[in-house]
């Protein structure tokens, strides 16, 4: 993960108080690029857990922040959180990662989304003591689109990921079929995608809701079946757990490297961050996906 630019360092992450969102604005491949980092409460000293948070189209950092709570999870469970922002551009203007099948002016201009994170990652680190053996990712649609090439791209990068509203392939705008690689080394995965998604359709296809060419998407079951195979896992679940109208959680298991694939179908579940709806290890109540995606993550580290 090499860095072709100037790093412009707007606030200090060594510096920020425990709650703060700082801002932080580097420069890749001559645009300002801008994430925002979360520090947990009684952060020490000692190196951090790093969670890269992802937001879809059209939203931006500080929104998916307040949407997905990821920051309150990271509180309870000694987590970093960086929030990095889309390149903005279009007509009107939208922030969008470059995701290959997805997403507006990021993809007509050919941006290194991907490049970027790294930068990211390895700025995040001269300002802040970070585990590497601990990094994650997560996001949602364009941003979960985003965590699936990454990880695939990557590997080595991550821990764990969770892609939330996302698929891993599909038609580009020129009508060439697109499929993430398949990564050198296992990455835990955990998915999570609602079966009334009109947007990123759980059985693949083209959304009713775009009128644009060239959206064609792969389906949930290819994705659970791709990492399932990169990752050298059993083909069928070993553990299913239903309550027949809210969740569906499968678990594929067995898999090299200690990696793991989840699956979290959301039965009535849209393109949406999913509600709080997921079960407590302990039951008797209900968390949110912040939470449960953030304690996947917690079980896993890079070997």
């Not at 679940?237 to 239903?242: C, G, H, L, N, Q």
């Not at 009535?268 to 407590?280: C, E, K, L, T």
Request: charged residues 20%; glycine residues 10%; hydrophobic residues 40%.
């Amino acid at each position: 993960m090499r860095v072709a630019a100037v790093l412009l360092v707007i606030c200090l992450l060594a510096a920020a108080p425990a709650r703060a969102d700082v801002l932080v604005t580097l420069q890749w491949q001559g645009l300002d690029r801008d994430y925002y980092v979360h520090v947990p409460r009684g952060a020490g000293n000692g190196p951090l857990p790093l969670v890269i948070a992802l937001h879809g189209a059209g939203d931006d950092a500080r929104g998916f922040a307040n949407q997905s709570r990821l920051s309150d999870a990271a509180d309870k469970l000694g987590m970093l959180v960086v929030y990095p922002d889309g390149s903005e551009g279009g007509n009107p203007p939208q922030r969008t990662f470059n995701a290959q099948i997805c997403c507006g002016d990021a993809v007509t201009r050919h941006v290194d989304d991907i490049g970027f994170v790294g930068a990211v990652i390895d700025d995040v680190a001269q300002h802040r003591p970070i585990d590497r053996s601990r990094v994650y990712a997560t996001g949602i649609s364009n941003g979960g689109m985003l965590t699936y090439q990454l990880a695939a791209i990557h590997p080595e990068w991550f821990a764990a990921v969770a892609p939330v509203s996302a698929a891993i392939g599909g038609l580009t705008r020129d009508d060439t079929s697109y499929l993430i690689p398949m990564p050198k080394t296992p990455v835990p995965v955990m998915i999570i995608n609602g079966r009334k998604d009109l947007l990123i359709l759980y059985e693949g296809g083209s959304s009713p809701l775009l009128p644009f060419p060239h959206r064609w998407k792969m389906s949930v079951d290819d994705a659970v079946s791709f990492w399932a195979s990169s990752d050298g896992c059993d083909p069928k679940p070993k553990i299913a757990d239903t309550d027949g109208t809210t969740l569906k959680r499968e678990v594929y298991g067995n898999c090299d490297g200690n990696s793991e694939v989840v699956l979290w179908q959301i039965v009535n579940g849209d393109h949406n961050w999913p509600r709080d709806i997921f079960p407590s290890a302990g039951g008797g109540r209900t968390i949110s996906a912040a939470e449960e995606i953030l304690t996947f993550f917690a079980t896993h580290r890079r070997q």
